[in-house]
């Protein structure tokens, strides 16, 4: 059996947290998930617009003041203001939404505005301990009472359920900061949107009714509005609940096929030079190691969407195992690239499709002995 386990950018680890009464659930023909706010902001932030009073706790060294504020907002109707009356001081986020992986690069967007001050400071901390920085850098050049964009990209170290985000007033000691959009995001590989798109898996929560996983459709991701294959069905529902959309986490399967083939090599180069002819035998030296695979399965009606030129983690199973705990499971696992696909239509039997794949990076042999995540 072979799976498609997480698109990378997408599938991979990129959800969307959605703040309350936007959020609606239309029972139509194709079913809809309609966004009236923002029109579905990637970000791990909760509460990353500011428009809730919660989820934005002192730094660890206290400012005077902090509360939500309708002052000065970047967007909506409120921002998030800190008073500092020493260094450092400011506000930090509640933990992110997803866990944090070791070695995935992310993303910061957000928006500060200082009415007595030109600098601040952003702090990311670590996701296994919440305590260890992985990002601590002064913002300076910043313009007084304006709004300004801060942005940058920092690689997890060592991730974990504890990682959050703070804005402080560096070495400022007065004046007042207002923060509005913190947005938080895992950066998209090169060709990848790193939001919703078609073929995507999603899970819905935090709704009244329609707490689910769904599929989204081909053509189905649009600004404000995500459509549903038809095999998916909601129940109508206004908004009014704080909602929260994932992709799948790492490890969904996509597709299964009912064989596979697995061409696990290296690349060879003749290195025969005039002393090793002289024994009748040429040389040759082993250089990178390369690996492709050809899947062939049923075709599958709910997914008609192309993977071609997308790039999946695999796995290829030997002995799979609905426990590993009890049964070992036995497969091999590596990034790999969709280099084509096939359909085969005959006369007197089921459609069958077939995935090209060729490696990019390298194919691991694995014995999984602890539970699915």
Known sequence: MAEIHGKVGALYYAPA?????????ADTNPDTILDSGNGFVNTLVTNWDMELDANWNDSPSAPAANARSGTQEYAGTYSRKFTPNGVNQGIKSDVLIETTVTGVMYAADLWVYPDDGTRCRVVVYRGDNGTTKVYDTAQTGLTQDAWNNITFEYTETAGGALATIQIDS????SGDFYVDNVLVTVKAPAGESGGFTTGMKISVSGSTSNNDEFTIAAGGAAPGVLTLVGGDSLTAEAAGDDVIIKTAPRGTQLLGFRDWSIDDGVDV????????GNSGYKTRVAALTDWSATCNGFYQDD????FAGLTYMFRFFIQNAADPTGTTAYYYEGLGIVESTGLVTPVDGLVTQVLNIVGTGS??????TTAWK
């Open 17 to 25: 947290y959605i703040a309350a009464d936007t959020i609606s659930f």
């Open 170 to 173: 560096d070495t400022e000691t």
């Open 269 to 276: 180069y003749e290195s025969t030079d005039f002393t090793d």
């Open 303 to 306: 997914t008609p969407y192309n």
């Open 363 to 368: 194919l691991t042999l694995t014995s999984r």
